[in-house]
């Protein structure tokens, strides 16, 4: 059966298109809301958008990155499509889920949760499986099957870790500030906890360290860039440790420091028209 | 006495930092906030960055215009700063001041009321002679002579009149979606009333199209942009009665309509880059 997508919002901007969406996801078995940046029509003897997907961080809607990136203005030029999910389930009242800022919702991990209680957050299904195929049901204009994907910290791990797991699916992935290996940091510990139970070899399949060992033959080098004056940078997000594991394995990837930058927005509208155009590359436009 | 600034965060973005400060307003009677965006360090050599104030529309705060509208890439570029004030006076506890969204708090129509309960609206002492005075004791880079003004939709009213209001202080204005005739649309009207009293002759000083009559010999063309698909057009902003009142005084206006685009950050987003530079070369930059 189709899903039917509402159409919440709609606002012109670079030529293009920000649309917001609601659907009822029979994945997290409630309504979900993404975003979509349509660039300006293609000309009419040319092939559809291809699809770049952001993953949001902590706390964040599919909002956040639409409204404060300034990503539309280089998608625009280069004709990609921006498609921004929610970062977890919401409404379900799951005893507890809003407690915290860091774990339930709006911090989905971007996995398929195997514990009783989280048994709706299964992001990683969601944005992998669902999301492309409501983009194909109903958007003509884009073409899901040439995917990009990056994100933002919680995001940036979600990125990695869909990207390296699924080779066939994506062309190119980057990331800002990523959880870079959540099995060994208190944001991810916590969460995979819960989600995941006790066993730590079952967390293993949502790190990008562990991941890129098992998977190193990647089609594109992965950019990642990194504010040094992020407060999160060597409890939480330690991409030291992910470039150490491509080292180990020989996958490409661009590890950038930027000085002086922050874990916010401001630092992502800076570097985001370089993430872009590396995508693009890969999408071959 | 010099007025005490606290810096309360501070974000590095294009090479410059966005800052927001906190300090006791003497004009308004309470603490207020405003945003500064520092461009990167100009040479030894060079001079001090001018400025460029940002008024923001209804129920707005200093945060708005920094983190939607993507000014920064190319105020950093352009070498030129950017002030964003909040746009009423806040924390005052004044009866009904947060009963309606487009009047009281944030929403402060950038003007000096005089009706006894409202006595702390001193939008336009604020901006216009507060603010100046609190940047030159406290920021050593920035050099408040040289200074130009726009904003969006109530801050279009506030950047437009205070511009013809005081030729000596800014070089340059320009508007996205400014409400052009205050004094006849309901917006308009609601705050006059309250702020102003029933003397609607009093209305006249706050209003684009009564001032251009009185002043306009104006230094430079005033640009301003207005979205075709904004719903707010025809019953609050009304740009074409100011294109006619420039018309019928020989001021010079660009008024360009934009097919398609609303009234949102979106909007402004898309054109920002040709108002910064607007303002970049009046300002002789």
């Given at each position: ?225 990194q504010g040094e ?26 590890l950038r420091y930027q000085p ?26």
């Amino acid at each position: 059966m189709e899903t039917k997508l509402t159409e919440i919002s709609s606002s012109k901007l670079f030529g293009g298109y920000n649309k917001r969406y609601r659907h009822f996801s029979p994945s997290l078995g409630c309504y979900m809301t993404f975003s979509v940046y349509f660039p300006p029509s293609p000309p009419p003897t040319s092939h559809k958008f291809p699809v770049l997907y952001w993953l949001s961080g902590l706390t964040c809607t599919d909002e956040n990155f639409m409204s404060k990136s300034g990503a539309q203005r280089v998608a625009s030029s280069e004709g990609v499509a921006l498609i921004a999910p929610d970062t977890s389930p919401r409404g379900l009242n799951v005893e507890g889920e809003a407690d915290n800022w860091d774990f339930g919702v709006g911090a989905g991990f971007y996995l398929n949760a195997t514990q009783e209680k989280w048994k709706n957050w299964r992001m990683y299904d969601y944005v992998v499986k669902e999301l492309p195929q409501v983009l194909s049901e109903n958007c003509p204009q884009l073409d899901p099957t040439r995917a990009s994907i990056f994100g933002h910290s919680m995001g940036g791990h979600g990125a990695l870790t869909i990207y390296l797991k699924n080779p066939d699916k994506y062309k190119s992935a980057s990331a800002f500030s990523p959880v870079s290996n959540p099995i060994n940091c208190p944001w991810g510990q916590k969460a995979f906890t819960n989600y995941l139970g006790g066993n730590k070899t079952d967390w293993e399949e949502y790190d990008a360290c562990c991941l890129i060992e098992k998977y190193p033959d990647i089609s594109a080098t992965i950019l990642i860039d990194q504010g040094e004056a992020d407060k999160f940078l060597h409890e939480q997000l330690m991409p030291n440790k992910f470039e150490e594991a491509c080292r180990k394995v020989n996958a490409p990837l661009l590890l950038r420091y930027q000085p002086g930058y922050d874990h916010s927005y401001y630092f992502i509208a800076t570097f985001i028209d370089d993430h872009i155009r590396h995508h693009a590359q890969a999408l071959n436009l």
